[in-house]
T-cell receptor, first 111, second 112 residues
């Protein structure tokens, strides 16, 4: 059973389009992180959200933590080919750093 | 800072052989994590250390897997004997706070 469900699993869009990736769970997390991973490399942290309802922006990326701290979303505006990669959400139950990762969303942005 | 350094980048071995993966965490980081990534199961936490002490090894699949951290700047993950189902990308990550993880580039392991 996957503790964190990400959807969609795969997404192929044209440059300039908008998209949203979802990360859902039945469990409550103390914080939730989003990572981006490129082929042949390890995941790189994009953002951490801690407070229910929190919204963080990173250029064209908008991250939101659900009010109940069980789900999160990542919205990309005007996607660019450089956004291509695997997007992973990860939930933390405590400050131990033991993160539970979702299966990931593979995004391909075509020029 | 060089980041988290893993070696080797690629390892091809035959079933039954011993495999040792190595990791050098970022200097000053107190937490070290070993993850395994496959298409089927995604990223799975195998074990993590805090101040060189193993804290949680519940993700280690079986007794064939062992991990050590003899000092703050070095850790190994050993598989003995290796099996084809161990084929995966193995990542090491370190953290100063226990929350923000810095990953290495991974070791691509293929067991034939």
């Amino acid at each position: 059973t996957q503790l964190l469900e990400q959807s969609p699993q795969f997404l192929s869009i044209q440059e300039g389009e908008n998209l949203t990736v979802y990360c859902n769970s039945s469990s409550v997390f103390s914080s939730l992180q989003w990572y981006r991973q490129e082929p042949g490399e390890g995941p790189v942290l994009l953002v951490t959200v801690v407070t229910g309802g929190e919204v963080k922006k990173l250029k064209r990326l908008t991250f939101q933590f659900g009010d109940a701290r069980k789900d999160s979303s990542l919205h990309i505006t005007a996607a660019q080919p450089g956004d291509t990669g695997l997007y992973l959400c990860a939930g933390a139950r405590s400050n131990t750093g033991k993160l539970i990762f979702g299966q990931g969303t593979t995004l391909q942005v075509k020029p | 800072d060089a980041g988290v350094i893993q070696s080797p980048r690629h390892e091809v071995t035959e079933m039954g052989q011993e495999v040792t993966l190595r990791c050098k965490p970022i200097s000053g980081h107190d937490y070290l994590f070993w993850y395994r990534q496959t298409m089927m199961r995604g990223l799975e936490l195998l074990i993590y250390f805090n101040n060189n002490v193993p804290i949680d090894d519940s993700g280690m699949p079986e007794d064939r897997f062992s991990a050590k951290m003899p000092n703050a700047s070095f850790s190994t993950l050993k598989i003995q004997p290796s099996e084809p189902r161990d084929s995966a990308v193995y990542f090491c990550a370190s953290s100063g706070t226990g929350e923000k993880l810095f990953f290495g580039s991974g070791t691509q392991l293929s067991v034939l």
